[in-house]
């Protein structure tokens, strides 16, 4: 009823939610062990920094990804401030260092998005819905950088993982010496 160039947009972010289930699946497990929520105050990210305790329109999703939606109608950039450390636009792979205010670009089709450096998102193909087709293969977003990453996975249905039918995937990513990347 909006239109096509709406359903669009709410299409592409309906399946970038899809593909990114195997993160947010192990967002909430994390969160169901450690107690540490899926969605996060900035001020989490590092505590030290008092510039990230006023930041109220912004938040982690997990440890990794920072968004940093947009809140008034018309609006097409906004200010960001990402925390220290480096980040990555998810959209273009645009490296941006933290521990600044930087201003994005967010026209009606485009919500700023970061992802911190050293981190690997774990991303499934679209789908239109949970089971619509057997996941075959999977895609790894490597983000540059030192860092890690833990995914949770178990086969999504039922209480086998109570029994220990489970896994837990480490991915280690570094800088080597000359600036390539491990």
């Known amino acids: 009823s909006y239109g096509e160039f709406y359903e669009n947009i709410v299409r592409e972010y309906l399946e970038l939610r899809y593909q990114l289930l195997p993160?947010?699946?192990s967002a909430f497990v994390q969160c169901s062990q450690d107690g540490l929520p899926v969605v996060r105050p900035?001020?989490?990210?590092?505590?030290e920094d008092e510039e990230l305790y006023g930041i109220d329109d912004a938040f982690m999703l997990g440890d990794s990804i920072l968004v940093a939606p947009i809140l008034k109608r018309g609006q097409t950039e906004r200010e960001v401030y990402l925390p220290?450390?480096?980040?990555?636009e998810y959209d273009t792979g645009k490296l941006v260092d933290g521990r600044r205010t930087i201003t994005a670009s967010a026209p009606l089709e485009r919500m700023?998005?970061?992802v911190r450096a050293?981190?690997?998102l774990l991303m499934w193909p679209v789908m239109q819905?949970?089971?619509?087709k057997p996941l075959e293969e999977a895609r790894l977003r490597v983000y540059a950088g030192p860092g890690e990453t833990t995914v949770y996975?178990?086969?999504g249905e039922g209480y086998a993982y109570q029994d220990g039918d489970y896994r837990w995937l480490y991915f280690t990513s570094e800088f080597l010496p000359g600036g390539q990347f491990a």
């Open 153 to 155: 996975e178990d086969s």
């Open 112 to 114: 700023p998005v970061y």
């Open 42 to 47: 900035l001020f989490m990210v590092d505590p």
């Open 129 to 132: 819905y949970v089971g619509e």
């Open 23 to 25: 993160y947010i699946y």
């Open 118 to 120: 050293g981190k690997v």
């Open 84 to 88: 220290r450390g480096i980040w990555y």
